[in-house]
């Protein structure tokens, strides 16, 4: 009997179990492959983790995470230029910080669990966008 292969949100879901650095391009594929989200879906309360793949900025994002829970709301979204916008070719949901050069992109994996992208030029320069994922608190 065939096994019926992982889906793209199993997949990653199994690397953010991952113990250690992740593969930065198996990750990416995977992502490129997730459905985006609407904004409405980002509505409510988020906690915020990082997938380590070696990015440069890990360590700050590590050291700021446990003051961070984001808070999504319908009207916080809209101040934020809340966006559905191509990356890599492919939909996503996007917020666009006002007066900054920052990007955080969305895609859906399952209903308590966004896997998201922040780029943010120039801090990251050249070293490609910073991978992390949201999980619903309470979901």
Sequence with gaps: MESIPPTPAEKYLAL?????????????????????????????????????????????????????????????????????VKFHGIGACAVIFDGEDRVDRFRYVNESTVAATNEYKPYYRDAGVLHFYLTRVGG
């Design 16 to 84: 953010t179990q991952t113990p250690g650095q992740v593969d930065r391009a198996e990750l990416e594929t995977i992502y490129d492959r997730l459905n985006p989200v609407s904004p409405k879906f980002l509505d409510g309360e988020w906690s915020i983790h990082l997938l380590d793949t070696g990015h440069p900025a890990q360590a700050i994002a590590e050291d700021g995470l446990p003051l961070v829970r984001t808070l999504f709301t319908l009207e916080e979204t809209e101040k934020n230029k809340v966006r559905q």
